[in-house]
Nanobody
Framework: VQLQASGGGLVQAGGSLRLSCAGS????????MGWFRQAPGGKREFIAR???????YYADSVKGRFTMSRDNAKNTVYLQMNSLQSEDTSVYYC???????????????WGQGTQVTVSS
C-alpha cells in the first residue's frame, strides 16, 4: 500500500489544520493506521492510532485537541488538529500496519511526511 500525506502548512498558534493520508494499492481499512510526528533531531513520536472500527487512541500531548478519523469510501485517514501550539511544529507522518501500536517499528507502510509549522 502507498500512503500520501498532505495538508500541512504554516498556522498561527491557536489555529487548526487537517492532515490527510490517502491510500492506494490496498484498502486502508485492512490496516491499523497511525499518525506520528518528528521534529528535527528528535525521535518519531506517536500521536494517534485507530483500527478500521472502534475509537482512536491518542497521545496525552494531543488528547482533546486532535481527532483522527477515517473515510473508507475515499480510502483516506484524517488528523484534525485544533488549538495548535508552537510545540506541535514537526513533520507529520501517517503509517499503516497489521497491529495497532504506539511504536513506529510496528508499522510497515509510511507516507512521505508533511510539515506543520505553528507560529507563536
Amino acid at each position: 500500500v502507498q500512503l500520501q500525506a498532505s495538508g500541512g502548512g504554516l498556522v498561527q498558534a491557536g489555529g487548526s489544520l487537517r492532515l490527510s493520508c490517502a491510500g492506494s494499492g490496498r484498502m486502508l481499512n485492512s490496516y491499523a493506521m497511525g499518525w506520528f510526528r518528528q521534529a528535527p533531531g528528535g525521535k518519531r513520536e506517536f500521536i494517534a492510532r485507530a483500527w478500521s472500527s472502534g475509537n482512536p487512541y491518542y497521545a496525552d500531548s494531543v488528547k482533546g485537541r486532535f481527532t483522527m478519523s477515517r473515510d473508507n469510501a475515499k480510502n483516506t485517514v484524517y488528523l484534525q488538529m485544533n488549538s495548535l501550539q508552537s510545540e506541535d511544529t514537526s513533520v507529520y507522518y501517517c503509517a499503516a500496519g497489521p497491529r495497532g501500536s504506539t511504536a513506529p517499528a510496528q508499522y510497515v507502510y509510511w507516507g512521505q511526511g508533511t510539515q506543520v509549522t505553528v507560529s507563536s
